[in-house]
């Protein structure tokens, strides 16, 4: 009788190990989930790079949610009207008053694709989910407005399992609560750094990563150039076809600035009709022959306007730093080169670049 007791009592303590022993690995597990969180808060607050911290979103949620590919739309900066497909090449976009997005807004938390498929409503737009190949939908919300979708696609199965648990889903949507805060923090810097006309950086931001550049660029031994843009006779379009055609020509003429550069360029709207440029890590070379480029862009590109055709040319200046030739240390000096540059572009009959040399003032 004492040796069945005895061995009820160690089958008893072992079990109570057992348990004792899973109850400490799951909490540990949420002690080392709360870490992580601590630290991808602290990566989101990071950067307020609109493109830098959508893409630190994605990669962060595909390494916690161990899927092989991630998608993120957010609210267009400009008009507020759509949800857009920021990291993809194929521009998607639901609009953000749809039933589909205010399904998600309403559900407010992880669902499958199916899911949605389930619903009594057949949602318009669902083809756009659907083309991603979604097996979870994260709905990223901000003070009760929908700022955006996550898209989880291929999960990698762990044994034979491949859906998301109860707790996966936990853990996704803090990650999108997180994302959320930060890409309204993002946006808000986009919007009030960026010229709603022309969607290029507003002149004074402009200065502010000229400033740091040419630290880096000192710093680094490394060039830089500005390139400054005027269009030639602007005023004669407001004049001759009112303001209007002068907003078209204005933007039509930022467009074809930047599909002309890299994704680390940086275009301003310094002011009226003029522009400048931020090439990083360019030498006068190249800078010539981008200007030229987006030079020759302009003259060739058709600007139509209320049927008719006009011929669009800009005179352009181009400066660069250098620390053994010309070495400058304010943003405004270099700037004003690239300016007296564009003078003499204007001076000697216009479309046309010009650079600026040392000495020649």
């Known amino acids: 009788m004492k040796d069945k007791m005895a061995e009820k009592e160690k089958t008893n303590s072992e079990l109570n190990d057992t348990i004792l022993l899973e109850q400490t690995m799951q909490y540990e597990k949420k002690i080392y989930d709360l870490e992580q969180l601590i630290d991808i808060a602290k990566s989101f607050c990071s950067t307020l790079d609109f493109s830098k911290l959508l893409e630190s979103i994605v990669y962060i949620s595909m390494a916690q949610m161990h899927v092989l590919g991630a998608e993120i739309f957010v609210k267009n900066l400009i008009t507020n009207e759509n949800l857009i497909l920021e990291t993809s090449a194929e521009k998607l976009s ?115 990563l000229l400033t740091e550049a040419i630290d880096n660029a000192f710093v680094q031994n490394e060039n830089l150039a500005i390139l400054m843009f005027d269009i030639d006779h602007f005023k004669k379009f407001n004049d001759t076809y009112g303001h209007e055609c002068g907003d078209h020509v204005l933007i039509k003429v930022a467009e074809l600035i930047k599909q002309s550069l890299r994704d680390t360029d940086v275009a301003s709207r310094y002011g009226g009709e003029e522009f400048t440029v931020l090439l990083n890590k360019t030498k006068k070379e190249e800078a010539v022959l981008v200007a030229e480029r987006i030079r020759q862009a302009i003259e060739d590109n058709d600007f139509v306007f209320n049927n008719q055709h006009l011929h669009v040319t800009i005179s352009v200046g181009v400066t660069v730093f250098d620390a053994d030739n010309n070495l400058v240390y304010s943003p405004n000096e270099l700037v004003n080169q690239a300016d007296k540059a564009l003078y003499l572009s204007k001076n000697n009959g216009r479309n046309q670049v010009t650079t600026y040399s040392v000495g020649n003032d």
């Open 94 to 208: 639901i609009p953000v008053n749809s039933q589909l997005s205010n399904k998600l807004l309403e559900l407010n938390r992880p669902v499958t694709f199916q899911e949605i498929l389930n619903q009594k409503k057949k949602f318009s737009h669902i083809d756009v989910l659907e083309k991603l190949n979604p097996t979870l939908i994260v709905p990223l919300i901000q003070k009760n407005h929908l700022n955006g979708i996550l898209v989880l696609q291929e999960r990698i199965a762990i044994g034979d399992d491949d859906s998301y648990s109860d707790y996966d889903k936990t853990q996704i949507m803090s990650i999108a609560s997180l994302a959320s805060v930060a890409i309204n923090n993002a946006a808000l810097l986009e919007m009030s750094s960026t010229d709603m006309m022309t969607h290029l950086k507003l002149k004074y931001f402009f200065f502010n």
